[in-house]
């Protein structure tokens, strides 16, 4: 069965830098189009950023410059470089995995999250 499970989450000063980690077992990471959500307390889960089969990438725009997405087939890990983070950016943060082989279009695995706190 297809795992994920996200690490990397911690507390960190305004305008500091962490590096999300999903590793992905039970499969095949290059299957899949891989995603970061977050969601804030109070808020709704939003989207944060994707990497597709084709190496297409995508951000939100509060995040563009900041953020960079990227995998590591070999290790079966995608990863989110986060930097010059801002106090907005404290949310849950949770990677998705979409099967490419079907026609949802939907991401059918996630992760169990993990906390980003930036202080201000």
């Known amino acids: 069965q297809v795992h994920l499970v996200e690490s990397g989450g911690g507390l960190v000063p305004v305008g500091g830098s962490l590096r999300l980690s999903c590793v992905l077992s039970?499969?095949?990471?290059?299957?899949?189009?891989m995603g970061w959500f977050r969601q804030a307390p109070g808020k709704e889960r939003e989207f944060v950023s994707v990497?597709?089969?084709?190496?297409?990438?995508n951000y939100v725009e509060s995040v563009k410059g900041r953020f960079t997405i990227s995998r590591d087939n070999a290790r079966n890990t995608v990863y989110l470089q986060m930097n010059n983070l801002k106090y907005e950016d404290t949310a849950v943060y949770y990677c998705a995995a979409d099967d490419l082989r079907d026609s949802t279009g939907t991401y059918e695995y996630w992760g169990q999250g993990t906390q980003v706190t930036v202080s201000s």
């Open positions: 990497i597709a089969f084709n190496g297409y990438t």
């Open positions: 039970g499969s095949l990471l290059e299957k899949y189009g």
